[in-house]
């Protein structure tokens, strides 16, 4: 189709240009137009039939939090990837992810659907994401713009935040991801500071477009528009989804003068930019995976995402890695999760997969050659007795609970850290029969464990792991495979150790006065004991860290090297992690800040290197006096390790800027 003049359209059909034709489709202006589809996201394709109006079988792919437990920035690229090649095949033009919202809530029922509590990590695993989407020539839409961070009466509940919290949390993972310029934002449904976002002019074109520098499109969430005239003159350009009413209202305004032809035409424009990109990328549309490889690519997402919690007295492996010897004779498995385990939480990103997953226990016993036996709870006049001589007559009990989509998903929050009550007496029961006990946790999000977690051997998080995650799991169990996830977000020990924005809402506005001390920066700050800290993760292998460097390149251009040792003899993958800490400085900051990891295969007893680049956003704050980031001078230091709680390498170096950028300090 050739480009289309905006000066072709009349003023009706501009003003239709900006709502959608229907629930997933932009205007085609009679023929004049393409048409775009626009699909959801972000954990596979979740796409309507227009025909039959049921979705369409699709990978489910392990939900955005597992993902983001492999810390792994090239897997998040075949990820969404892997995704787009079901956008070509099914003719969608836009994927409405990734979801970068901040998990400031352990309650928050989409937190399966995000990435971090930590915006550096948020950001880099969005950048990547919006790369492997857009390198296909599918357009990215990159959601939910902002403050969005809690389910709970989200679409009218006002997230009041200051501006230094908002720049350095919740919008950080956004401004990141204008690096790979994805198409497409999202506003989110949320007032901020008592505007909604679909009508925040400042955050959508003073903070996004201006200071972001974002060229693209930005479109409503769903029926988050509350009167489209406010929203255009907010700069935001595409309403959806269709609604009867906005042409009129749009003609109505330009006829009563509070609209020019100018400012619908600038919205406009962006409408027909967005055709034009998604026409003249065309070409990059080439599938690289068959329905089996991204089946393949679910099963190793969820293999590096799962994270092994706890792991006393190395009950796991079931086999041993060095000589393949059987460490059990027998395992009793419980719970329905192990025939077909949640894949992910409810609401818009559930995909439907035709994927007939294969239950735990055969896999397990087929991979380690040890006996197995299964049984489901009932939940009605269970016999326990039969449970607990299972339990009794094997070596290990494996016990698989979680939420179901009634309890994390889309529109709510949970009401609770702690599994039901029923799965807790589960555990507990079936653990004081069990010579040994492994819990496998398939949540969204931090999990409460006091009342067990002292109770059980193992603990393996496997989140909602998709598709795939039984064929992950037996091979993770077995020793096949090792773990190599480690936790994009801190478990606090009790709900009452978050912060207390995680317990009381007044049901009107959600007050950050938690200001920049989301997550570990919360955690720390207070001196808090946590359960599983942010970057935990255990291995079969064994890891030191040895001999930190760093090399100047410039004021803030910095090389930070370590070395990394895997002291035992078993291969493995090591997350290392770089945090910044300001030693002093005239306004509070966090105790530490992730500012950089990596990821590295290591062989028995080898030795890496590992290099990691600082930069000018790696010790900068968001001055408000300023407006802008602002870096201090003086002593900084830059801790290194597996953890945020275990970080034995340190280094100090000092950040001298010209006076000429700096303010009086004494
Ligand atoms: C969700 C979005 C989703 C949209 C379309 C909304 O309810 O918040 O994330 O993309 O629906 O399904």
């Known amino acids: 189709m050739e480009k289309i003049d905006i000066k072709k359209l009349s003023l009706e059909e501009k003003a239709l240009l900006l709502t959608g034709a229907d629930i997933w489709r932009t205007y085609g202006a009679n023929g004049k137009l393409k048409q775009l589809f626009l699909a959801d996201g972000p954990q596979g394709l979740r796409m309507i039939d227009t025909e039959t109006n049921k979705p369409f079988n699709a990978t489910a792919l392990p939900a955005c939090h597992v993902l983001a437990n492999t810390w792994n920035k090239d897997m998040a690229y075949e990820y969404s990837s892997a995704i787009a090649d079901e956008c070509i095949l099914h003719n969608a033009d836009v994927l409405l992810g990734p979801g970068v919202n901040i998990k400031r809530n ?35 839409c990159v959601k939910h713009y902002c403050a969005n961070n809690n389910e709970y009466d989200r679409c009218y509940q006002s997230s009041e935040v200051d501006n230094r919290t908002l720049h350095e949390i919740y919008l950080r993972p956004f ?17 901020i500071n008592g505007i909604y976002a679909s009508e925040n002019r400042k955050l959508l074109n003073d903070v996004l477009r201006k200071e972001f520098g974002f060229d693209g499109l930005i479109m409503s969430d769903w029926g988050a528009v509350h009167n489209p005239l406010y929203a255009v003159k907010a700069t935001l350009d595409l309403c959806m989804p269709h609604h009867k009413d906005y042409q009129d209202i749009l003609l109505k305004a330009v006829e009563d003068g509070k609209l020019t032809e100018k400012e619908i035409d600038e919205r406009v424009q962006k409408v027909l930019d967005l055709i034009e990109k998604s026409e003249s990328n065309y070409s990059k549309r080439k599938i690289s995976y068959t329905d089996e490889q991204r089946h393949e690519k679910a099963v190793e997402v969820a293999k ?94 494996v016990i698989a609970m979680g939420d179901d989509t009634n309890v994390e998903g889309e529109g709510f929050n949970r009401y609770t850290m702690r599994l039901s009550n029923e799965q807790e007496d589960i555990i507990l029961n079936i653990a004081r029969h069990s010579e040994k006990t492994i819990v496998i946790l398939y949540t969204g999000s931090a999990v409460d464990m006091s009342a067990w977690i002292d109770c059980v051997d193992a603990v393996v998080f496997a989140g909602y792991s998709g598709e795939g995650a039984n064929e992950a799991l037996s091979n993770l169990l077995c020793g096949k495979s090792n773990f190599s996830g480690k936790l994009a977000e801190t478990f606090p020990i009790t709900l009452q150790d978050a912060f207390k924005g995680g317990r009381t809402f007044d049901g009107e506005t959600d007050l950050y006065d938690d200001g920049i001390f989301v997550g570990y920066r919360y955690y720390d700050y207070e001196n808090k004991e946590v359960l599983f800290p942010f970057g935990h993760g ?34 493995g993958k090591e997350i290392s992690q770089v945090y910044v800490k300001d030693v002093s400085s005239m306004v509070r900051r966090p105790k530490k800040e992730l500012k950089g990891f990596s990821k590295d295969y290591l062989e028995p007893n080898e030795t890496k290197t590992i290099s990691v680049k600082l930069d000018f956003s790696s010790f900068a704050y968001y001055n408000v006096s300023l407006d802008k980031w602002y870096i201090e001078n003086g002593a900084f230091e830059v801790l290194v390790g597996g953890s945020s709680r275990n970080l034995p390498l340190k280094a100090k170096l000092n950040v001298q800027l010209p006076q000429d950028c700096q303010y009086s300090d004494g």
């Open 538 to 571: 255990l291995s079969y292998a064994q890891f030191e860290y040895s001999n930190i460097r760093i090399v100047k390149n410039s004021e803030y251009d910095y090389e930070v090297l370590y070395d990394i040792t895997n002291i035992s003899n078993v291969a």
């Open 106 to 140: 352990p309650l928050c029922g989409r937190n399966f659907e995000y990435f971090s509590e930590d915006p550096f990590l948020s950001g880099e695993l969005g950048k990547a994401y919006v790369k492997g989407v857009q390198d296909k020539g599918i357009g990215a």
């Open 304 to 397: 590096e995402g799962v994270v092994l919690l706890k792991n006393d007295g190395d009950i796991l492996p079931f086999v041993n890695v060095s000589d393949g010897a059987k460490k059990y004779s027998k395992i009793f498995f419980y719970g329905a999760n192990v025939k077909k385990p949640f894949t992910s939480g409810g609401g818009s990103g559930k995909v439907e997969t035709a994927y007939e997953q294969k239950p735990l226990d055969e896999l397990v016993k087929n991979l380690s050659g040890i006996e197995t036996v299964f049984m489901e709870e009932s939940r009605f006049e269970p016999c326990w007795r039969a449970v607990f001589k299972q339990a009794y007559d094997s070596d290990v009990s």
């Open 175 to 191: 401004e990141m991801c204008m690096e790979e310029k994805p198409w497409s934002i999202m506003c989110s449904y949320n007032p």
